[in-house]
């Protein structure tokens, strides 16, 4: 038995039982379907957002239901569940996307844009890397200007990649240059829409796993966009996005953590039931230190990261702290699932076992949205252990 979670009330567990419904009934079936498809279909999307799913973070008066982080902490947890896939592209708009778009937006573009996303009608996705500039984004090369002949007017010349819904997101948060500045000051942020000319999309990229999330490049040729399109404050871009990774970075780390239990209990059904040597494979001893190993990293991670979850709900949670809760999920999910793979023996890696697909599904959690190397940069660096150029 582990702990007992201490984080949510009656309210959470009814809206997990929704959201497990969600999982259960609309995604698990569609799963092979969508892997074909290596997208996840539009009218899911809409299902999501008749659900009240995606609209979580979002004021009632734009159509959503503004609730603590608990929230957003529970659907992504119930879609880890199917798969990481499921969490990636639809925590990026709920989660990831939500702020951008209702802290740095106008009025006039609330109104615009967020009965939309809550509904799933837009579906959103954020550009950040490029295919020179991941890890190190104030290196980003796409740029932004003012046209001389129309001073309200901008013009976005550059290129994105491995940007998660990109194939067919609505609405993509670009992050451009718009001023020459080596520390990244000169970074704006922009709404670049579906249907902008000179915006187009590149070829879907094959990944390793998370075959049902689309992750694509996007091209931009003179798109021109007004003042209208552009979210936060000119040149302050980088600030922004640097506002907002502990709140992705905490996504990602309840994702991690999710996916890994989930791995770990279907595992631990497989190892009771499946015989060798006359016996279930769980009883040998190796097979029952390993599983009490696992089981162990699980509820040590599991306890920072809802501890990390409550920090943020009440808006204390650190950059550090998230970077910390980041960098070591993806590590123990990589190690669980690895070892989840081994105890189900040759079984582990086929495909039409789930703990192949979260074997794949698993290892770009320590690459991206800041590799493990960028979180232990950041922890060292608050260590009081900056690099001395000499
Ligand atoms: C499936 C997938 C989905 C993604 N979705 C999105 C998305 O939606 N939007 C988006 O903007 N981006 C997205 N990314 C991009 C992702 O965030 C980057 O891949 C990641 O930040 C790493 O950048 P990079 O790939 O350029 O690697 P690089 O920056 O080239 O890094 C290569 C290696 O060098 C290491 N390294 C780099 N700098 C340092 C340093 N200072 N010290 C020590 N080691 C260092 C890295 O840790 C890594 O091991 C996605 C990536 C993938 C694979």
């Not at 979580?56 to 879609?79: C, H, K, M």
């Not at 970074?187 to 689309?214: C, P, W």
């Not at 497989?270 to 162990?296: C, E, H, M, W």
Request: charged fraction near 25%; include cysteine; glycine fraction near 8%.
């Amino acid at each position: 038995m582990s702990l007992p979670r201490t984080l949510f009330d009656d309210d959470h567990k009814l809206f997990r039982e929704s959201a497990a419904a969600f999982v259960d009934r609309k995604i698990v079936p569609r799963r092979e379907e969508m892997r074909e498809a290596r997208r996840i279909p539009k009218d899911l999307w809409t299902t999501a957002g008749e659900g009240g799913f995606l609209g979580v973070a979002v004021p009632e008066q734009y159509g959503g239901s503004d609730v603590d982080f608990r929230y957003n902490t529970i659907f992504n947890e119930e879609l880890s569940r199917a798969g990481m896939a499921f969490s990636s592209s639809f925590t990026i708009h709920a989660d990831v996307c939500a702020p951008y778009l209702t802290r740095l937006t106008t009025e006039e573009q609330k109104q615009r844009w967020l009965p939309r996303f809550c509904s799933g009608a837009m579906v959103t996705a954020i550009g950040m890397t490029e295919p020179e500039a991941g890890s190190d984004l104030q290196g980003l090369k796409t740029t932004a200007r003012r046209d001389p002949a129309h001073p309200d007017e901008w013009l976005i010349n550059g290129s994105k990649t491995f940007i998660t819904n990109g194939a067919h997101a609505d609405l993509v948060i670009v992050a451009a240059r718009t001023a020459t500045d080596p520390k990244g000051r000169g970074i704006s942020l922009f709404a670049v829409e579906e249907g902008m000319e000179g915006f187009s999309r590149g070829r879907k990229l094959h990944k390793v796993g998370q075959h049902e999330a689309d992750t694509a490049e996007l091209f931009f040729e003179n798109v021109r966009v007004t003042d209208d399109q552009l979210i936060g404050e000119v040149d302050r871009g980088f600030h922004h996005m640097m506002e907002h990774l502990a709140q992705e970075r905490l996504g990602s780390a309840i994702s991690n953590t999710a996916h890994a239990q989930h791995a770990f209990a279907i595992t631990l059904d497989y190892i009771k039931s499946r015989k060798a040597f006359g016996r279930p494979v769980g009883t040998f001893q190796n097979s029952r230190f390993l599983a009490a190993d696992l089981q162990t990293r699980l509820d040590v991670t599991q306890a920072f990261v809802d501890q990390c979850v409550a920090a943020h709900a009440d808006g204390t949670l650190s950059a550090v702290d998230a970077a910390k809760a980041k960098w070591w999920s993806a590590e123990v999910q990589n190690v669980v699932i690895d070892a989840c793979v081994q105890l189900h023996g040759g079984y582990g890696y086929m495909e039409e076992y789930e703990v192949a697909h979260a074997w794949m599904d698993a290892r770009v959690t320590k690459i991206w949205a800041g590799s493990n190397e960028i979180m232990k940069e950041i922890i060292g660096r608050d260590l009081g252990l900056a690099e001395v150029r000499g």
